[in-house]
């Protein structure tokens, strides 16, 4: 808990903002914080990716490479999403 509470300080000067979120991820707890956050969100976007694909009717193709830069890369995954499938 004190890791967050430097963090929010830290994070107040920008000088030192990120230091500060380095040291935070630096500890065991900041890193398994980090983790459980790209994880969950990794399986909600591809989620909503795959939701998207199946209502859009997509090409197999199409919905394959956004699932899988979804989970692999999840920004990537998002920007072939809004390329690739057109909502009707």
Do not use: Y
Request: aromatic share 10%; proline share 2%.
């Amino acid at each position: 808990m004190s890791g967050l509470i430097g963090l929010l300080i830290d994070s107040l000067n920008p000088a030192t903002a990120l230091q500060g979120l380095a040291d935070l991820l630096g500890t065991k707890s900041g890193a398994s914080a980090a983790w459980a956050h790209m994880v969950a969100g990794g399986i909600f976007v591809t989620r909503w990716i795959w939701i998207r694909c199946v209502e859009a009717k997509c090409e197999r193709w199409k919905s394959f490479l956004s699932i899988f830069f979804g989970v692999m890369l999840m920004p990537l995954g998002i920007g072939l999403d809004l390329i690739l499938v057109k909502n009707k």
